[in-house]
């Protein structure tokens, strides 16, 4: 995993683009888990399937959201040089990822599931 610019509270530097490594460590640290190769949001209600995954391409990322039909419909994405965190949302800036209606929920829902799910595993 690469090691992250130290120039804001969170790690990451407004004027630095972010890695897919960065990225990566940004959607582990805000509920999103590992499936595949692919950081990805679960259902609520069913937490081994994926209904939003983060998409890392060559030169871009993608923000693609699964639909009833069960094809992943591209949302979001940008190219890595224009992806930069956003401290004051405490979002990487540039995916549109404070656009998508009920994404923040969804990531708050993820990690207070996966948070809770640590906690009954140690007892």
């Known amino acids: 995993m690469a090691e992250l610019p130290s120039t804001s509270k969170k790690g990451w530097d407004r004027n630095h683009p972010m890695t897919k490594d960065e990225l990566t460590a940004w959607a582990l ?3 999103w888990q590992m499936m595949g190769d692919m950081p990805c949001l679960v259902r609520p209600t069913k937490p081994t399937d ?11 990322v993608q923000i693609e959201i699964k639909k009833p ?9 940008d ?15 540039g995916l549109g990822l404070s656009t ?5 929920k969804l990531m708050q829902d ?10 009954t595993t140690r007892s």
């Open 100 to 104: 998508i209606t009920g994404l923040t």
């Open 79 to 93: 190219a890595y040089a224009k992806i930069s965190f956003d401290e004051y949302a405490e979002l990487p800036d």
């Open 29 to 31: 640290s805000n509920g």
């Open 50 to 60: 994926a209904i939003v995954r983060m998409v890392f391409k060559t030169t871009v």
């Open 110 to 119: 993820n990690k207070d599931r996966l948070t809770f799910s640590k906690l």
């Open 69 to 77: 039909s069960g094809k992943w419909d591209k949302v979001a994405g």
